[in-house]
């Protein structure tokens, strides 16, 4: 049963033009989107690596690196001009609540970073990629280039509202805030995509890691995510499987066939797998007087300390009502402590069988269901 609705879910969302890769020119496709329609973007663009001559390893073998001609322009000018005009494009299609990741090297993120701040973008982090496992500099004539930089920036200067899952951040990085250095390995083994010939199907594939990453952090489920440079598709793997839909562009044919092949065999995740960590903030406020009026705590119910010192019991306006004073649940739990302030939710407790239990729950039990309507 669920693998049906799930189904029929994926159907739907393909009506709307998401979930699908769309052929062309990045700034073509994304000028014939719907304005403000995506949540979040994540950009791998040309890097411009202005590579001379081919790369050798001290044994003389050859290194595969970047000589397709998508990465070359004619000139700085030229690579601005291409920066300015997909980002132009891509701002149109954010919503107003929207942001966008563009990830790239020394070649090519600081003018990339002056086109956005020109553009009206406003940068919230520079994130720093360490590559565990980085390609070593073979000529030996200046450091081992071991990480990319990513900037993450929302649309408008004077935005306010945004998505960023702190906590579930937080929880991914053992309870510590992360931080804006991360350290992953590069794209290899079994998740490398290769031909049949054995040579990589794109030089610059990036690991799923960095990207569930990007996505946890910046979106929600069904939002809809957008990737104005596709290649292989592991935004769109990435995003399917966390529950978000996505948007791919890609005008390299034989990508875009690669990625429809790794898309198909992607699962979504189940709906109860894909629950985060949220942030107090964008839980549903619920007061206390919920809690009585819908009687889960009775009226005259004794509330205690977690120690047993203190008590006080529920009035039906949602008060609480001490030896020497009555008022909210944190007016009275910073009264009794002789406080100025105090969090009644985690300082009162009622008792179920002869065990304390903090009032919270109470509370949680209701905005899980809230959250289920």
């Not at 020394?106 to 086109?115: A, E, K, L, P, S």
Request: positive net charge; aromatic residues 8%; contains cysteine.
């Amino acid at each position: 049963m669920p693998s049906k609705k799930r189904g029929a879910q994926t159907a739907n969302r393909a009506a709307d033009g998401t979930n699908r890769i769309y052929q062309g020119d990045a700034v073509s496709v994304m000028n014939g989107l719907e304005a403000e329609s995506v949540d979040v973007i994540f950009a791998d663009p040309p890097y411009n690596l202005q590579l001379e001559g081919e790369l050798r390893r001290p044994n003389n073998s050859r290194v595969n690196g970047v000589e397709e001609q998508w990465d070359k322009f004619d000139s700085f000018a030229a690579y601005d001009a291409f920066t300015r005009d997909w980002l132009t494009a891509a701002r149109r299609v954010l919503k107003p609540t929207g942001t966008i990741w563009v990830i790239g090297s020394y070649h090519n993120i600081f003018r990339v970073g002056t086109q956005l701040q020109d553009l009206g973008y406003w940068i919230l982090n520079d994130i720093i990629w360490r590559k565990t496992n980085p390609m070593p500099n073979f000529r030996g004539r200046r450091f081992t280039n071991a990480h990319e930089t990513m900037i993450w920036a929302t649309r408008d200067a004077n935005q306010r509202k945004y998505t960023f899952n702190y906590n579930a951040m937080k929880m991914l990085n053992d309870e510590l805030q992360m931080r804006s250095d991360w350290t992953l390995p590069l794209c290899t083994g079994e998740e490398r995509i290769k031909k049949k010939d054995g040579s990589k199907a794109h030089p610059t594939q990036k690991p799923e890691a960095l990207l569930h990453r990007v996505i946890l952090a910046s979106s929600n489920r069904d939002d809809v995510v957008l990737d104005p440079f596709f290649g292989t598709g592991t935004t769109g793997a990435v995003a399917k499987r966390l529950g978000r839909r996505f948007i791919g562009i890609e005008r390299q044919p034989e990508y875009v066939k690669v990625a429809r092949e790794r898309l198909r065999r992607v699962v979504t995740a189940a709906s109860d797998d894909l629950e985060i960590t949220r942030s107090k903030r964008t839980e549903p406020r619920v007061s206390f007087g919920t809690i009585v009026e819908r009687g889960l705590l009775e009226l005259g119910t004794k509330l205690y300390d977690p120690r047993r010192r203190h008590v006080a019991k529920v009035r039906a306006d949602g008060s609480l009502v001490c030896a020497d004073a009555t008022g909210s649940i944190h007016q009275i739990g910073a009264h009794v402590q002789g406080l100025d302030a105090c969090n009644g939710w985690t300082f009162w407790h009622f008792e179920v069988e002869k065990k304390l239990k903090p009032i919270d729950l109470l509370r949680q039990q209701v905005r899980a269901e809230m959250r289920q309507s």
